[in-house]
């Protein structure tokens, strides 16, 4: 079986797991959490090769945790507490979700020194500056839309060995 998601939209996305988990619910109660726990942890591994490394400081926060919420409910998370981990998801001014360029203003009647330079070699200054912003990364989205048919694989394995 093979399945679409709209990654365009967060919150579409969303939606689209919430039903296909409420679809599925019986099913999803009989997963052990052997395969939760493999579950998360490959989604970890998959969710911070995706993320950009430029200092690294992104992919070690993101981490993944198993918690037991009742006797025979258990949730696999994987997560970062770093706000801007959003804003490279779903993008920052046009690209974002306002649609709206960033627009930097001076403060205090100060300048703004965007790093250009006029003829003579001095530095040109500004009091405000606009910016598009960044274009949406969906690492996350993308990362686990692509591990889907894998968590599916693991569940599989995982009851075939408790059940078989």
Same mark, same amino acid.
């Given at each position: 079986?093979?399945?679409?998601?709209?990654?365009?939209?967060?919150?579409?996305?969303?939606?689209?797991?919430?039903?296909?988990?409420?679809?599925r619910a019986g099913a999803i109660r009989r997963v052990p959490v052997s395969?939760?726990?493999?579950?998360?942890?490959?989604?970890?591994?998959?969710?911070?090769?995706?993320?950009?490394?430029?200092?690294?400081?992104?992919?070690?926060?993101?981490?993944?945790?198993?918690?037991?919420?009742?006797?025979?409910?258990?949730?696999?998370?994987?997560?970062?507490?770093?706000?801007? =981990?959003? &804003?490279?998801?779903?993008?920052? +001014?046009?690209? @974002? /979700?306002?649609?709206?360029?960033?627009? $930097? %203003?001076?403060?205090?009647?100060? =300048?703004? &020194?965007?790093?250009?330079?006029? +003829?003579?070699? @001095? /530095?040109?200054?500004?009091?405000?500056? $606009? %910016?598009?912003?960044?274009?949406?990364?969906?690492?996350?989205?993308?990362?686990?839309?692509?591990?889907? /048919?894998?968590?599916?694989?693991?569940?599989?394995?995982?009851?075939?060995?408790?059940?078989?």
């Amino acid at each position: 079986m093979k399945l679409e998601f709209n990654l365009d939209d967060p919150k579409a996305l969303a939606e689209q797991l919430d039903g296909l988990l409420q679809e599925r619910a019986g099913a999803i109660r009989r997963v052990p959490v052997s395969a939760l726990r493999q579950g998360v942890f490959e989604l970890l591994a998959l969710i911070q090769a995706r993320v950009p490394k430029k200092t690294a400081t992104l992919v070690r926060s993101i981490t993944a945790v198993v918690v037991k919420i009742s006797e025979d409910i258990s949730e696999g998370r994987v997560g970062t507490p770093l706000k801007y =981990a959003k &804003f490279l998801e779903d993008g920052t +001014g046009l690209y @974002g /979700p306002g649609k709206q360029p960033i627009t $930097i %203003v001076a403060k205090n009647r100060k =300048a703004l &020194f965007w790093g250009a330079y006029d +003829g003579k070699g @001095g /530095p040109l200054f500004r009091t405000r500056a $606009i %910016v598009k912003g960044i274009k949406p990364r969906h690492d996350f989205a993308n990362a686990i839309a692509e591990f889907l /048919p894998r968590y599916q694989q693991i569940v599989e394995q995982h009851l075939a060995g408790v059940i078989g």
